[in-house]
């Protein structure tokens, strides 16, 4: 909290009032206050940039933070295809077929007014001067020939926004971290050697143009544009620190803004953190993709601890005595894994080979049909802890599959199957609250999912003279809570607001029948 007085921004004049949002500076009253907001807004946030040891420079809340309160927003310095990007329109990234052609280019664009859109006239001319003419024509996998595209704009702001280009060149390269990684192969050939012979580009040197590749590996998010997957650099969402239970949030509007809101209360003094990976995976692979993403292995609470912070999803199943088995020291990927319970002990090689294994095999199991999702958990309960992370995807999907898909909607849904799927929503509803807690979108959509198979089952059972009018209320009390709940989380999540989580409880209401 702010002193309790201090003096008047505008008219230094003793003052008790103060920012409510920053609570960083003082006003003697109102019409002051208002005076000031022109100046203030665009220094009035709730966190300081520091410097950390092991984060380097990081967001620390300066004061206490809300839970759903917005910490920032904020449009990207430059936008463009991904690293390994199938063909997408240059002029506004949608998906492309091949049927248009950038007259100049010869890149594919969706429409011919995208050859002379914001985001590609200017990198037109450029490409434009190549070598031989670009023929692309496989559009349902990762082109080289994309891979130039977002460094290209990166170098761009240099004469189109001198700003921009001075905010994006202080960022973080990794540029020696990445040298020493398999990346240094596929920038050389595909960006760094396609610019400067193939398209002849003379606007950067060779390491000037790698640097904007190692700026942008290190600093850019996927973002969803035009229903395809591209990134984007956001300089201050970029300074948050990573942590494998983050205490943020974030979404991206339709102008490709990205709004960062804190998903549980942020105390005064702490990291603003997000993650830097999937929160569903266990700690083996996170930490495997922090290190070749983002050239860091996480050491935080997490990750550190065998169990998991209790979620168990790395542990396995002794097949001796049915022990728990864990790694013995989980921060060092080449420990060995031991049971708890008699000691056998696991190669840390054994695990990461069993992991790739089970990662196939899920993915390849038929999508038509639940059946082999619980086929795939029953085969392995004695292989692998009921939290492991397979079992919580293979879960999770189970989840969105009773209700949701062709042939299992509600009303088709048997009370087994009903009931199997509120059991699997509280189940992870209680991984939730350890991995992604507070108004994650994890937990809204499990909340929602839940208060569903209530309703569903209160009627099922009703309607077969199960339990009565009044037995069902303790289904719709449970039900309509965590509706409650599950509706003020998801309401700001883009494809839920302006009506669409309305949308969305109409249909439900529809399939219901209530």
Avoid at 71 to 83: N, Y
Wanted: with cysteine; net charge positive.
């Amino acid at each position: 909290m702010p002193e309790s007085q201090g003096s008047c921004e505008v008219c230094s004049k003793p003052a008790r009032q103060f920012c409510s949002s920053c609570r960083a500076v003082f006003y003697c009253c109102r019409e002051c206050q208002k005076q000031d907001w022109k100046t203030h807004k665009a220094r009035c946030k709730p966190y300081v940039v520091q410097v950390h040891p092991t984060y380097g420079r990081h967001l620390v809340a300066t004061r206490d933070i809300r839970a759903g309160e917005v910490l920032l927003k904020e449009t990207p310095l430059v936008v463009g295809p991904k690293q390994r990007s199938q063909p997408v329109c240059l002029g506004c990234h949608k998906k492309v077929d091949g049927t248009t052609i950038c007259p100049a280019c010869h890149y594919p664009i969706c429409s011919s007014s995208c050859h002379s859109s914001k985001y590609h006239k200017d990198e037109c001319g450029i490409l434009a001067r190549a070598a031989g003419k670009i023929k692309i024509d496989k559009f349902d996998a990762p082109h080289p020939a994309y891979e130039c595209i977002t460094p290209l704009r990166c170098l761009a702001l240099r004469h189109l926004d001198p700003k921009k280009w001075e905010v994006l060149n202080n960022l973080q390269d990794n540029v020696e971290n990445i040298k020493a990684s398999e990346m240094d192969s596929v920038i050389q050939r595909n960006t760094v050697e396609f610019l400067k012979n193939f398209m002849q580009y003379d606007g950067a040197d060779s390491k000037e143009i790698y640097r904007m590749c190692g700026i942008l590996l290190t600093n850019s998010f996927e973002v969803k544009h035009n229903g395809q997957r591209v990134r984007g650099v956001y300089p201050q969402a970029a300074l948050m620190a990573h942590d494998c239970i983050p205490n943020t949030k974030h979404c991206i509007d339709q102008d490709l803004t990205f709004i960062i809101r804190a998903i549980v209360v942020i105390r005064k003094g702490s990291p603003i953190t997000t993650t830097y990976t999937n929160t569903l995976w266990n700690t083996l692979q996170r930490r495997k993709q922090l290190k070749f993403a983002k050239y860091f292995m996480c050491t935080c609470r997490r990750c550190s601890d065998p169990t998991e912070l209790g979620s168990h999803m790395s542990t396995l199943l002794c097949n001796s005595c049915g022990g728990h088995v864990l790694s013995t020291a989980p921060l060092d990927p080449k420990a060995p894994w031991a049971c708890l319970k008699c000691g056998q002990e696991v190669l840390s090689q054994t695990v990461d080979w069993g992991d790739g294994i089970l990662y196939k095999e899920l993915r390849g199991l038929d999508q038509s049909t639940a059946r082999p999702l619980e086929d795939f958990l029953q085969h392995y309960q004695k292989a692998l802890h009921p939290g492991h992370r397979f079992f919580v995807e293979a879960k999770y999907k189970l989840i969105m599959f009773y209700g949701n898909r062709p042939n299992y909607r509600y009303r088709d849904l048997s009370r087994e199957q009903l009931e199997r799927k509120a059991e699997l929503c509280r189940e992870l509803l209680s991984l939730a609250d350890t991995v992604e807690p507070g108004l994650s979108l994890l937990r809204g959509t499990i909340l929602f999912e839940l208060q569903a198979a209530l309703v569903a089952l209160a009627k099922m059972l009703l309607s077969n003279d199960i339990i009565t009018k009044d037995g069902t209320q303790d289904y719709m009390t449970e039900a309509v809570k965590h509706l409650k709940e599950a509706s003020e989380i998801l309401k700001h999540e883009p494809e839920m607001e302006n009506g669409g989580l309305d949308a969305k409880l109409k249909v439900l209401s529809e399939e219901l029948d209530i």
